[in-house]
T-cell receptor, first 114, second 113 residues
Framework: DAGITQSPRHKVTETGTPVTLRCHQT?????MYWYRQDPGHGLRLIHY???????DKGEVSDGYSVSRSKTEDFLLTLESATSSQTSVYFC?????????????FGPGTRLTVT | QQQVKQSPQSLIVQKGGISIINCAYE??????FPWYQQFPGKGPALLIA?????SEKKEGRFTISFNKSAKQFSLHIMDSQPGDSATYFC????????????FGKGTMLLVSP
């Protein structure tokens, strides 16, 4: 998984509780992304980061926030989890730079909100 | 608005046969088209990718065919094997660097022995 770890790998939480998912990379890649995967929807971008402290919203950002204080770590926070946020969350990284398009995905975190 | 449409949703192919998955896109600004392979419980893995300046790219048994005028691209898996059974996603992005991928909804491929 291209030097990417995600934690936790599985989590069950209750509606209304805050949840933070962590993505850690050892590749020193500049760009990091959070996607969610749901049956029938493929993968959808939540937020992405193009450098330390530089982040932007993706297609399905409502209810999520992110932070990146170090190159290697990208955190995804659900401020108040809802059942609609039950999903599998994937982090991806990309080296960036001219002509560099590839994104590499982590192993995922399965989140269940009850 | 779905910017990348993928078909079929599922596909069953006999061992040794050719698997074909199709994608169509709407945004002419897309200029990078990867395919990802995903096994159950794993993250998507980059399989093969193409830029619009070529019409075909081959890597082993996997080939991407690209038709810029029709805004379509497809994945062909030659001599399909049971180990190829997985979900395949096409995607597209507009720029290098912090390119954000737009994915199709996926195709579940089953290769029967």
């Amino acid at each position: 998984d291209a030097g990417i770890t995600q934690s936790p790998r599985h989590k069950v939480t209750e509606t209304g509780t805050p949840v933070t998912l962590r993505c850690h990379q050892t590749e020193n890649h500049r760009y990091m992304y959070w996607y969610r995967q749901d049956p029938g929807h493929g993968l959808r971008l939540i937020h992405y980061s193009y450098g330390v402290k530089d982040t932007d919203k993706g297609e399905v950002s409502d209810g999520y926030s992110v932070s990146r204080s170090k190159t290697e770590d990208f955190l995804l926070t659900l401020e108040s989890a809802t059942s609609s946020q039950t999903s599998v969350y994937f982090c991806a990284i990309s080296p960036g730079g001219t002509g560099t398009y590839e994104q590499y995905f982590g192993p995922g975190t399965r989140l269940t909100v009850t | 608005q779905q910017q990348v449409k993928q078909s079929p949703q599922s596909l069953i192919v006999q061992k040794g046969g050719i698997s074909i998955i199709n994608c169509a896109y709407e945004n002419t600004a897309f200029d990078y088209f990867p395919w990802y392979q995903q096994f159950p419980g794993k993250g998507p893995a980059l399989l093969i990718a193409i830029r619009p300046d070529v019409s075909e790219k081959k890597e082993g048994r996997f080939t991407i065919s690209f038709n810029k005028s029709a805004k379509q691209f497809s994945l062909h898996i030659m001599d399909s094997q049971p180990g190829d059974s997985a979900t395949y996603f096409c995607a597209a992005s507009k720029a290098p660097g912090y390119s954000t991928l737009t994915f199709g909804k996926g195709t579940m491929l089953l290769v029967s022995p």
